[in-house]
């Protein structure tokens, strides 16, 4: 029983017994249970001096109270906290040598009544403590108790009670004095989980073994300053979450961190919702039937949902377990329109009969039309993403009741702006190590300008004006969730966070000098020699990837390529591991002659005849969404460096260079990281 646990035993006992303590005590101001004799100051001193009501009682609740909260998850359970434990339970200590005292006193000089002496049965009774001077004696002869008259019965009583308050008083000494030794090996070795299932250290440490089952297991001292501890030290050790529902919101670096939860799932053996192509019904709102392999509600409960879809409470309830995480991404509404201007303009007719984003600022509604399939990329995206109907005028009570709904079942909304904070925050909430939350920028673009024949994303200040109009609940989401996020941070204290925030960005930078060519630059898909690591295309930008340092040995190329592996050729794996049996071919690298051509994922066509299987509402820029009926399992697509996802991989910290690695350029998100405005 580690620290916590035997806390949590001796509060519960102490509760109880003090609750006994009080409630005899009280008695023992009615003898004969009647209020007579207490009016007329006929009772025992000792029951005046209200040992069992002060001393057993509150004077024992007290640490009870401070010890329970002390091994309470979440709640003072700290070094700190048990070492206040020791002075809670020396008041203990002294409220029940009060009790035990009182009670002591209150059996040795027996009751206070109205006796007859038994020789003389014809003589007036007086009000007495007959056996007062009888050091007790008079408990082993019982024919004395016949001269207490009044109140009848009142020795039996007496003894009884006092008896009770005695015993509790005794067992109260003991856990006291046994919290006392508990609370000073809390506070030398830290409150410790004896589970093996907790994120632990991955030293054993030393244990003291005493009084039998009692074991305390201490960290090891020597901790990692590379890896600060998952909960700050004034948390208990947590356990990584492993039900998740990520909301996998359009253009706001969600493809970085589906990354971190396809590795996270993967390594841990985690069972996926995966969907039959590449979205889960999106842009209709989720239902159950677009997950690949559901057998209906017997089929089980799911451990991780993330792929794009259009949040649909009801039926991902029906999948996901009691316990999930929910989380998602947020980011600026003008941004997002940028982004989703030029990804988006081949497939949102919207986007595509404005000349340029400016244009389309301009009058929005003179190019929308709310019924156009793919439409809805182009207003409210983000409140759409929510399951909510993106076309409704805005007011504030509509704007605070999605609101609502958002917090009622996210626990953390993430802000792309801010993303290697968000990712601080993330891995506390999830109890996950450092290297879970370690990534690079996956899914980044190159926008071609318009000599070019790209896309023009400039804007004047009265159009980005007229957009944040456009996109109302987008910008009413943003405002509140990006106020939400820094009162996370100063929860969490600026300070902590910024140390966190550079030892992340660190690590990155020795994972990519380890891992990548050129220090981690990103490069053009049609530059990257691996066909299978090259992101997908789409639109009129170009989607950026990474290239592999040459010879890296079986193990490091393992982990690299998984941090480096695009959304799609991930999916695509975890889609062979999940359903092997379905897994009828490999799909092949694409040839030589297709070097400046996207790569496309084979496992898009389904069903009979190689022809792709969509559902009415498929969208994403040439992503197809397969209908719920389709069947069978999905072609994988494998890069020449690719080993397959079965099995878990070696840590990353071994493949931390020894030394100061020299100085490459950090890879964070592509977005201004400014000091939140006096409007957010």
Request: aromatic residues 10%; glycine residues 10%; positive net charge.
């Amino acid at each position: 029983m580690c620290t916590t646990g035997c806390s949590r035993v001796i509060a519960i006992c102490l509760y109880i017994l003090a609750g006994v303590s009080i409630v005899c005590n009280i008695i023992l101001f009615f003898p004969d249970f009647s209020p007579e004799f207490s009016k007329n100051d006929q009772i025992t001193e000792e029951v005046k001096y209200m040992g069992g009501f002060i001393g057993g009682g509150i004077l024992a609740l007290i640490p009870a109270i401070h010890i329970h909260l002390t091994s309470s998850k979440g709640c003072c359970n700290n070094r700190c906290g048990m070492f206040l434990s020791i002075g809670f339970a020396a008041a203990g200590v002294a409220g029940a040598v009060y009790s035990l005292s009182a009670a002591g006193l209150g059996l040795a000089k027996g009751p206070y009544c109205e006796y007859v002496d038994p020789k003389t049965p014809t003589a007036t009774g007086e009000w007495i403590r007959p056996f007062e001077n009888s050091t007790g004696s008079y408990l082993e002869d019982k024919k004395l108790w016949g001269g207490c008259m009044k109140p009848e019965g009142v020795v039996e009583f007496n003894l009884t009670l006092f008896s009770i308050l005695l015993f509790s008083a005794g067992v109260q000494l003991v856990l006291c004095l046994i919290q006392m030794v508990n609370g000073l090996f809390g506070c030398l070795c830290g409150t410790c989980a004896g589970d093996k299932g907790a994120v632990e250290s991955r030293e054993e440490g030393w244990r003291v073994q005493v009084m039998g089952p009692l074991r305390y297991r201490c960290p090891p001292l020597n901790i990692q300053p590379a890896s600060p501890p998952l909960v700050s030290t004034s948390s208990q050790i947590c356990r990584p979450h492993t039900h998740l529902m990520f909301l996998k919101t359009h253009k706001t670096a969600s493809s970085t961190l589906i990354n971190m939860i396809y590795r996270f799932g993967d390594q841990n053996e985690l069972r996926f919702a995966l969907p039959m192509g590449y979205l889960l019904g999106y842009p209709f709102e989720f239902n159950v039937h677009r997950i690949k392999g559901y057998r209906g509600p017997g089929g089980g409960k799911y451990d991780v949902m993330a792929n794009h879809l259009r949040f649909n409470k009801a039926e991902i309830n029906k999948v996901m377990h009691g316990d999930t995480f929910y989380f998602s991404i947020l980011r600026n509404p003008l941004k997002l329109a940028e982004s989703s201007f030029a990804y988006f303009r081949d497939i949102c007719p919207a986007f595509r009969k404005a000349k340029s984003l400016g244009d389309f600022a301009n009058n929005p509604s003179k190019f929308y039309n709310p019924h156009a399939r793919n439409n809805h990329y182009a207003r409210n995206l983000l409140w759409f993403d929510f399951g909510m109907d993106a076309n409704v005028n805005f007011s504030e009570e509509l704007a605070h009741r999605g609101e609502a709904l958002i917090r009622k079942t996210f626990k953390l909304i993430l802000l792309t702006e801010y993303f290697d904070q968000s990712m601080v925050l993330l891995r506390h909430a999830l109890c996950w190590p450092l290297d879970a939350v370690v990534s690079f920028t996956l899914n980044a673009a190159i926008y071609k300008s318009p000599k070019d024949k790209g896309v023009d994303l400039s804007l004047t200040e009265a159009q980005r004006e007229k957009l944040r109009e456009w996109n109302a609940l987008d910008w009413h989401l943003y405002q509140t969730f990006n106020r939400s996020f820094w009162e996370d941070v100063r929860r969490f204290g600026q300070e902590r966070m910024d140390q966190e925030v550079a030892l992340l960005r660190t690590r990155r930078d020795n994972l990519a000098h380890i891992c990548l060519r050129n220090g981690g630059k990103r490069v053009e898909a049609q530059n990257i020699r691996d066909k299978g690591l090259r992101p997908y295309q789409c639109g009129s930008i170009r989607i950026l990837g990474y290239e592999l340092q040459p010879d890296l040995d079986n193990a490091t190329a393992q982990i690299c390529m998984k941090l480096i592996r695009p959304e799609m050729q991930y999916k695509e794996l975890l889609d062979a591991k999940q359903f092997p049996k379905a897994l009828s071919s490999t799909v092949e690298s694409t040839t030589a002659t297709d070097e400046n051509e996207p790569v496309r994922i084979a496992a898009l066509l389904r069903g009979s005849g190689g022809r792709a299987s969509t559902s009415s509402g498929a969208t994403g820029c040439g992503r197809a969404s397969t209908s719920s009926g389709a069947t069978g399992g999905g072609r994988a697509s494998t890069s020449s460096g690719a080993t397959g996802a079965a099995g878990r991989l070696p840590a990353v910290e071994p493949l931390v260079a020894a030394g100061r690695l020299p100085a490459v350029e950090p890879l964070v998100v592509e977005v201004p990281l400014v000091v939140p405005g006096p409007g957010l």
